[in-house]
């Protein structure tokens, strides 16, 4: 098993090694198992293992399942650990709840032992681990009493252990790797992390692959272990080494789980029926419209101003559900109410003005102009408002951490061109596209900016928005042909730049994802790279069959569609739609994801932009 023709005693082996190594490697990530202790063993460390969370240890049935899980943080590529003791010995029988308990006094004489000659020690504290096993047979009224009495008895293994650590030298972790079963269910998969020690201050935790106090991931792991033995991470490990010193206490810890969770299940609830509403909606409403202008007569002008309001209603919602997000809340109903409140306080007091006449037309674009403004404010300063958005990411999947994900991002950019196309449905001057250059060149820069919106997709999109409209305006000077060197060479030069200013300025500690990827492309070439796109093909393959393809077929068609009856095709920004559309399709990880919210405010633009066509003509005839 090991390749070891001698097999030392004391050694602590893991068994079904090929089988993780199996299903940790895939053609989108390479995760290798035994990282951590291969490293420090390559640089003669020594490692040792304490514990199991084993349920019933009768080793003579042979049903009996062993549930180890300290030496795959501790073993080498082989499976082994330098020694250790993970056998029954580390269990005591008792007459609780739990019939077989962590053997404390044992493991507290073991870590004396081990400590004299082990680098890293990893103890499994099992106790908890058996509870949540056995939580489907219990009462919650008994796991909460059997919990506060495991919680008295590591306190008192604590308080046995603390005074043996050297805390010059010396670094404790206390964490869960994994959720318990309840917490899995619910979508809840935050654990906790405590660090006390060398480099560790008090506060909150944090890392660069985060940016997040009170916030870290599990692959940071592994770099905060090889950063305090003074190690370099191998190109293989995506984390960072933790830090700590950030201001906060338990309550506001607390408060940012409470957080993320409600988002995550409001994102898990919610955002599907509103996917599902807005892909109905928009082809109905152009139906609607096209039937009752025939049929109504007379009547189409009440039904057109029915129709105004509920187009104004379905445009305001991505800014409602975005704002809704932001209070504490836990309750989905709630949230659901206080996002059609917004959305309906929004749409009346647009509404009101379009009665009184005031600045009429572009009373229509007010949900776009906010949206616009918002985002742009919000990330300069922090972007609090997307970390809590349901239309932001979730931290818990570990897909981003910072800056903008691709729904936001699709509406960001969705959002200006929307107002661009309903200025120029107002007043079409020459002037107008020049401008919207330097909007879509001033949204690349915010958008792909590492320390800003970290979104190299979208600023790509938003770049090749500004060159489409570019060469559009030189079409009629200019070879197109000619123009198509230029644009590449642009294209190339922005990548270029983006990647080496995030790898040479951002340093270990300050670089994104950017920089992260061409140190991984100096490390491990092109398999750096051809990880990514795959990942990006099986993201989107797999997006094939979700709502998020209905919305973006819904949304294309919708524009297409009152594009062609409004005049917008005459216009260059109906080909800056559709390019954007396609960049940010092909370049995003969530390409449908970015796509589907990219054109719904240009659907819904496009839809009060025909309406208003409509009332024109009437007014005419």
Known sequence: LTGDPSFPAGKVIIPRLPEAV?????????????????????????????????????????????????????????????????????LQRTNGLLPWTTNYSYLAAK???????????????????????????????????????????????????????????????LLTPTPTMTNLK??????????????????????????RPGLVANVDLTPTVLHLFNLT??????????????????????????????????????????????????????????????????LWANYRAYLQFFTLLISTLPLALHLASQPPLTSPVTFVFLTGGIAIFSTLSSWALVKRRKITPLVFLLPLILFMLLTIADLLSGATLIKNSVLGYDPMLGARYYGIGNELAG???????????????????????????????????????????ANFGAGLTALAMALTLWAAQRQSSTCPSRQLPVLFLILTFFIATLLSFDFIVGGPDLQSHFGLLLENFQTRGVTALGEIIFRKLQVNVRLLSTRWTLLFLSGLLSFTVTAFRAPIPRSPFFTVALIGGLVGLVCNDSGLVFAALFFYPLATTGLLSLLGVDAARNSRS
């Open 411 to 453: 509406l960001f950019l969705g959002s200006m061109l929307g107002i661009l196309i309903g200025l120029q449905q107002l007043n079409a001057t020459p002037s107008l596209s020049s401008r919207a250059i330097w909007l879509f060149l001033t949204a690349m820069a915010i958008l792909a900016a590492p320390r800003i919106g």
């Open 22 to 90: 199996r299903l940790n490697f895939s053609a989108v990530r390479t995760s290798i198992p035994c990282l951590l202790g291969q490293v420090l063993q390559e640089n003669h460390r020594t490692t040792a293992v304490l514990g199991n969370s084993d349920l019933a240890p009768t080793e003579e049935d042979p049903y009996y399942t062993y549930a180890r899980f300290a030496p795959w943080l501790a073993a080498d590529e082989r499976g082994l650990v330098s020694f250790g003791e993970v056998g029954v010995d580390t």
């Open 186 to 211: 619910q979508g809840a998969y935050l654990t906790p992390c405590l660090v006390w020690g060398k480099n560790f201050s008090s506060g909150l935790l944090s890392s660069p692959t985060t940016r």
């Open 111 to 173: 870590y004396r032992e081990y400590r004299e000659s082990a680098d890293l020690i990893v103890v499994e504290l099992g106790d908890f681990a058996r509870l949540d096993a056995l939580s489907a047979y219990l009462y919650d009224r008994q796991i909460s009493a059997e919990k506060q009495n495991l919680f008295t008895r590591l306190d008192s293994f604590l308080h046995t252990l603390w005074p043996l650590v050297d805390w010059e030298a010396e670094t404790v972790f």
């Open 233 to 298: 991470t191998p190109g293989w490990a995506t984390g960072r080494p933790m830090n700590t010193g950030f201001a906060g206490k338990l309550t506001a810890l607390l408060s940012i789980e409470m957080k993320i969770n409600a988002t995550s299940y409001f994102r898990r609830k919610v955002l599907p029926a509103f996917l599902n509403g807005a892909a109905f909606l928009l082809p109905v409403i152009i139906l609607g419209a096209g039937v009752l202008r025939k049929l109504a007569g007379r």
